[in-house]
């Protein structure tokens, strides 16, 4: 399957050059690094990018002070992580070999640098894009949480830190590794909450998903009364394809999501038929490379926020967030989406994330090892997740209310389902009833025809039967056919397809009445819609 992951030695050989190097001088200051002194600090923020003029760098790990690469950065490498691109805190420690000299160059200056030179953002991009992928598989990080696996509450961590391609590890409290840490920090390795570990010496106190992105720099706030040309709303496909295309054509553009980067398409496993990547891509990687490239072209993101209100003023919109800042922009894209359904199962809430699971990412499916596993849905979300976990589980079963699947999901699918003998298809079948202590046992399915019930033993159900679209924060700002999606073009008395009953406001993606719900119409949809939203802002310019 594609990901970010190029060999870093690969990426070695494509240093700056000459010329790019020129500009970082110019831009930076040459300075002298003395033998260990270390250049990123886990959980500190990042001001500059060192190109590296003369000696060696290497990642180490804090707690045990060893290297963690058999590799070390020379001369025409650069050290920084991927968050200086995005504001975000550094997750790995790196130090000096030996005596060296770098040019450190300010991170806004660096952006300036590669919002024109496009040759030397694309080698810097791909770069820092490739070692933040390799910390995430390598699980390399200097962020520790301390907890069992079983635990809820270090689960909602890890899968937080993984839809936002944070890289952290995990260490069970009994464990070597666990009691050295704490030791180091003077705290119990056998408290009974999970406990997050920055560095050494640091500890999140009751750490939960928005401290953790509060510590580590994910949070992207927003200033009050900011103004833009464009606030998308919804950082899925559609809405980061409409912040690249927004910021490739130099308008000033805001994206606004509440959770993290990727939306539902996020929690794909793995997507096989979008062009150009024959052997699949996860969700989280295809929007994390949008994201990035968002970046390089100066589009501003407040994460995770949630939009409340939209109001109109004239030829502006007001938007109010849950922070209770309110931005203004002249034209709004809504690309929210939509959200999971869930099922009117009783004890169904209380084994969400200890059982229940409505993602089924490299995250879920560790919980999915050696069970039988069990997927309700026949689309092609439940489709993709029934043949990435059979890789793990003991069987998948695949839960249809219908006697089919083939007006639900592509016909590849249904093929692969069919002939794979780790995978069973129950048709005309529901799920009655969940059972278990504190995390899920077994689950219930019932013949829909004969109402015969057959329990399975579980540790893993995934719900994957549709989602409602996000649109309750319009209050009757644009029209809504009668299932809430927002209505465009002819539908909504627009002359543009994306345009809504509200001039200035443009839908795209899964939240558009009538879209084809795919990723690949999404990202169209995305980078299409901005030229009208061009032709909306010249229009109310004269």
Same mark, same amino acid.
């Given at each position: 399957?594609e990901?970010?992951?190029?060999?870093?030695? %690969?990426?070695?050989?494509?240093?700056?050059?000459?010329?790019?190097?020129?500009?970082?001088? #110019?831009?930076?200051?040459?300075?002298?690094?003395?033998?260990?002194?270390?250049?990123?600090?886990?959980?500190?923020?990042?001001?500059?990018?060192?190109?590296?003029?003369?000696?060696e760098?290497?990642? @180490?790990? +804090?707690?045990?002070?060893?290297?963690?690469?058999?590799?070390?950065?020379g001369?025409?490498?650069?050290?920084?992580?991927?968050?200086? $691109?995005?504001?975000?805190?550094?997750?790995?420690?790196?130090?000096?070999? &030996?005596?060296?000299?770098?040019?450190?160059?300010?991170?806004?200056?660096?952006?300036? $640098?590669m919002?024109?030179?496009?040759?030397?953002?694309?080698?810097?991009?791909?770069?820092?894009?490739?070692?933040?992928?390799?910390? $995430?598989?390598?699980?390399?990080?200097?962020?520790?949480?301390?907890?069992?696996?079983?635990?809820?509450?270090?689960?909602?961590?890890?899968?937080?830190?993984?839809?936002?391609?944070?890289?952290?590890?995990?260490?069970?409290?009994?464990?070597?590794?666990?009691?050295?840490?704490?030791?180091?920090?003077?705290?119990?390795?056998?408290?009974?909450?999970?406990?997050?570990?920055?560095?050494?010496?640091?500890?999140?106190?009751?750490? %939960? +998903?928005?401290?953790?992105?509060?510590?580590?720099?994910?949070?992207?706030?927003?200033?009050?009364?900011?103004? @833009?040309?464009?606030?998308?709303?919804?950082g /899925?496909?559609?809405?980061?394809?409409?912040?690249?295309?927004? /910021?490739?054509? &130099?308008?000033?553009?805001?994206?606004?999501?509440?959770?993290?980067?990727?939306?539902?398409?996020?929690?794909?496993?793995?997507?096989?038929?979008?062009?150009? @990547?024959?052997?699949?891509?996860?969700?989280?990687?295809?929007? =994390?490379?949008?994201?990035?490239?968002? *970046?390089?072209?100066?589009?501003?993101?407040?994460?995770?926020?949630?939009?409340?209100?939209?109001?109109?003023?004239?030829?502006?919109?007001?938007?109010?967030?849950?922070?209770?800042?309110?931005?203004?922009?002249?034209?709004?894209?809504?690309?929210?989406?939509?959200?999971?359904?869930?099922?009117? !199962?009783?004890?169904?809430h209380? @084994?969400?994330?200890?059982?229940?699971?409505?993602?089924? %990412?490299?995250?879920?499916? #560790?919980?999915?090892?050696?069970?039988?596993?069990?997927?309700?849905g026949?689309?092609n979300?439940?489709?993709?997740?029934?043949?990435?976990?059979?890789?793990?589980?003991?069987?998948?079963?695949?839960?249809?209310?219908?006697?089919?699947?083939?007006?639900?999901?592509?016909?590849?699918?249904?093929?692969?389902?069919?002939?794979? +003998?780790?995978?069973?298809? *129950?048709? *005309?079948?529901e799920?009655?009833?969940?059972?278990?202590?504190?995390?899920?046992?077994?689950?219930?399915?019932?013949?829909?025809? %004969?109402?015969?019930?057959?329990?399975?033993?579980?540790r893993?159900?995934?719900?994957?039967?549709?989602?409602?679209?996000?649109?309750?924060?319009l209050?009757?700002?644009?029209? $809504?056919?009668?299932?809430?999606?927002?209505?465009? /073009?002819?539908?909504a008395?627009?002359?543009?397809?994306?345009?809504?009953?509200?001039?200035?406001?443009?839908?795209?993606?899964?939240?558009?009445?009538?879209?084809?719900?795919?990723?690949?119409?999404?990202?169209?949809? /995305?980078?299409? !819609?901005?030229?009208? !939203? =061009?032709?909306?802002?010249?229009?109310?310019?004269?």
């Amino acid at each position: 399957m594609e990901s970010l992951a190029e060999n870093l030695r %690969t990426m070695v050989r494509r240093p700056l050059s000459a010329h790019h190097v020129d500009l970082l001088r #110019r831009a930076g200051d040459l300075r002298t690094v003395q033998t260990a002194e270390v250049l990123l600090v886990p959980g500190a923020a990042q001001s500059h990018l060192y190109y590296i003029e003369e000696g060696e760098f290497e990642v @180490f790990d +804090p707690a045990s002070d060893e290297r963690v690469y058999e590799a070390t950065a020379g001369p025409t490498q650069f050290i920084a992580d991927i968050g200086l $691109l995005t504001g975000s805190r550094s997750p790995v420690a790196v130090r000096a070999v &030996g005596p060296s000299k770098v040019i450190a160059v300010p991170r806004d200056a660096l952006m300036d $640098l590669m919002a024109v030179t496009p040759e030397m953002s694309d080698i810097i991009v791909s770069v820092l894009a490739a070692r933040r992928r390799n910390q $995430l598989e390598s699980e390399s990080s200097g962020i520790t949480i301390i907890g069992r696996e079983d635990d809820r509450r270090v689960r909602d961590l890890v899968a937080f830190a993984a839809r936002n391609r944070l890289p952290v590890r995990r260490h069970d409290p009994d464990s070597d590794e666990a009691r050295a840490l704490t030791d180091a920090c003077g705290v119990d390795a056998s408290a009974s909450r999970p406990q997050v570990i920055i560095g050494t010496h640091e500890v999140l106190s009751d750490p %939960t +998903p928005a401290t953790l992105a509060d510590r580590m720099g994910l949070r992207l706030p927003v200033e009050q009364r900011a103004a @833009f040309d464009v606030a998308i709303v919804g950082g /899925g496909p559609a809405g980061i394809a409409a912040a690249v295309y927004a /910021g490739a054509e &130099g308008l000033r553009a805001l994206v606004i999501e509440d959770l993290a980067i990727g939306g539902q398409a996020g929690t794909s496993s793995r997507i096989e038929n979008y062009m150009g @990547f024959p052997t699949g891509i996860s969700g989280a990687d295809l929007c =994390w490379r949008g994201e990035i490239q968002a *970046h390089k072209f100066g589009t501003r993101f407040a994460m995770p926020h949630r939009v409340c209100n939209l109001d109109v003023d004239d030829d502006e919109f007001g938007l109010t967030l849950d922070d209770g800042t309110r931005v203004t922009a002249r034209a709004v894209v809504v690309a929210t989406g939509v959200q999971y359904r869930s099922l009117d !199962v009783e004890r169904l809430h209380d @084994f969400e994330g200890a059982g229940i699971y409505y993602a089924a %990412t490299e995250v879920e499916a #560790r919980y999915a090892r050696d069970t039988e596993v069990v997927v309700i849905g026949g689309g092609n979300s439940a489709g993709q997740a029934a043949m990435y976990l059979c890789r793990a589980a003991r069987h998948v079963h695949v839960v249809v209310r219908g006697g089919s699947l083939a007006a639900s999901m592509s016909s590849y699918l249904v093929d692969r389902l069919q002939s794979d +003998p780790s995978i069973t298809i *129950h048709y *005309h079948t529901e799920l009655s009833a969940l059972q278990g202590g504190d995390s899920l046992e077994a689950a219930t399915l019932r013949d829909r025809r %004969t109402g015969a019930d057959n329990t399975l033993p579980t540790r893993a159900v995934f719900v994957m039967i549709g989602a409602a679209p996000n649109t309750d924060w319009l209050s009757g700002t644009v029209a $809504l056919d009668d299932k809430g999606f927002v209505r465009t /073009g002819a539908d909504a008395g627009a002359s543009s397809a994306y345009a809504t009953s509200r001039p200035g406001v443009f839908a795209v993606g899964d939240v558009r009445a009538g879209s084809v719900k795919r990723v690949a119409s999404s990202v169209g949809e /995305g980078s299409v !819609v901005i030229s009208a !939203v =061009w032709s909306h802002l010249e229009a109310t310019s004269r």
